[in-house]
């Protein structure tokens, strides 16, 4: 189980399955506290493998009856063609046969989710988070307990993700002056999000269009980079949703 955000008020946590060696996949859960959340994570995966094995079961036809031969009969010998004959000409045979052509077929590449739009220089970013921490009222312990907290490290600079850093960015913004950085909500990590949309599409065997269309409908957005990280959860809620529908509907 990884916890993928926590606060005063929800937890939310990943959970991922295998059966042996076998991956089952991963599950988002949302609840009260971690314990709940995590159940209805594990609630969730276990419904879409449920249907998904009951959907991938082969069906099984009755087989035909078997008709019971009596002595077989003798069949008379049927007399020696003549080697020019047309029927037992390997040329003729040869020329009857259509010659398969091999054409390659076009590869699909599938385009990226998300347009590599990350600027090269952060200082921008960086220097807005400066001002957020002077405003809440943290010294550099102060963030070092909540970065821990929200990405498992103590430093800034280890965010190599400049998605991670935004989210950081955005849940500083939202935290009131003075609060503890022991338990101030962090934020969702993204990075993990996008990898679990990313999943989630393949296996729904969705193409960009596709995913664009139903993003448009439900969020009214055209990219995942325009949603907020609480957005994105909603997304992946939507996405599991359609994953556990189309399951019986295939084959």
């Not at 390997?90 to 989710?113: D, G, H, L, M, R």
């Not at 550099?140 to 280890?158: F, N």
């Amino acid at each position: 189980m990884e916890i993928c955000h926590i606060d005063s008020n929800r937890c939310v946590v990943r959970v991922s399955g295998f059966d042996g060696e076998r991956d089952l996949g991963s599950s988002l859960g949302e609840g009260g506290d971690a314990e709940e959340a995590e159940d209805r994570a594990r609630q969730r995966l276990e419904e879409r493998n449920l249907k998904g094995k009951v959907s991938s079961e082969p069906k099984r036809n009755p087989q035909p009856a078997i008709k019971q031969q009596g002595d077989p009969q003798v069949q008379p010998a049927k007399p020696a063609k003549d080697p020019g004959s047309s029927e037992t000409n390997p040329a003729n045979t040869a020329s009857k046969i259509p010659v398969q052509k091999n054409e390659p077929q076009p590869v699909s590449t599938p385009e990226p989710s998300e347009a590599p739009t990350d600027p090269e220089d952060w200082s921008e970013e960086l220097t807005a988070i400066d001002l957020q921490l002077k405003r809440i009222g943290w010294t550099r312990d102060q963030e070092k307990i909540y970065l821990e907290r929200a990405y498992g490290h103590g430093s800034r600079h280890k965010l190599t993700r400049y998605s991670d850093l935004v989210s950081f960015l955005n849940k500083l913004k939202s935290i009131e002056a003075g609060a503890d950085a022991g338990s101030s909500p962090t934020p969702l990590r993204r990075s993990d999000l996008i990898a679990q949309g990313d999943e989630m599409l393949t296996t729904l065997k969705w193409d960009q269009e596709r995913a664009k269309t139903f993003l448009q409908s439900k969020l009214g957005a055209s990219s995942r980079q325009q949603l907020s990280d609480e957005q994105l959860f909603e997304f992946n809620m939507l996405l599991e949703e359609q994953l556990i529908t189309a399951i019986p509907q295939e084959n």
